[in-house]
């Protein structure tokens, strides 16, 4: 049974950072590429960052470039999502996503940035 466990989600002042973790585990990790996606209020889901099987190839969405960083641990079958200089607009759920010719999500985890 395929499961992405996300942590690290809170409430954040603007301008500050968190950490988002993912923990996969049922699948050949080192097979997927991963991907960090939102969803905020109202609005429709939004890929923030995407990281190769072997990390080689990483994307971000043009609102995060500069402020965030995805990289992944594929001996601890984890990915991160590394967010600083937190923004208001930046507020949602945000989704581990493993894809290969299946896809996989995790539950989601809430970050809230406010002031």
């Known amino acids: 049974q395929v499961q992405l466990v996300e942590s690290g989600g809170g409430l954040i002042q603007p301008g500050g950072s968190l950490r988002l973790s993912c923990a996969a585990s049922g699948l050949t990790f080192s097979s997927y590429a991963m991907r960090w996606y939102r969803r905020a209020p109202g609005k429709e889901r939004e890929l923030v960052a995407a990281i190769s099987s072997t990390g080689g190839t990483i994307n971000y969405a043009d609102s995060v470039k500069g402020r965030f960083t995805i990289f992944r641990d594929n001996a601890k079958n984890t990915v991160t999502l590394q967010m600083n200089s937190l923004e208001l607009e930046d507020t949602a759920v945000y989704y581990c996503?493993?894809?290969?010719?299946?896809?996989?999500w995790g539950q989601g985890t809430q970050v809230t940035v406010s002031s």
């Open positions: 996503n493993a894809a290969d010719v299946f896809s996989y």
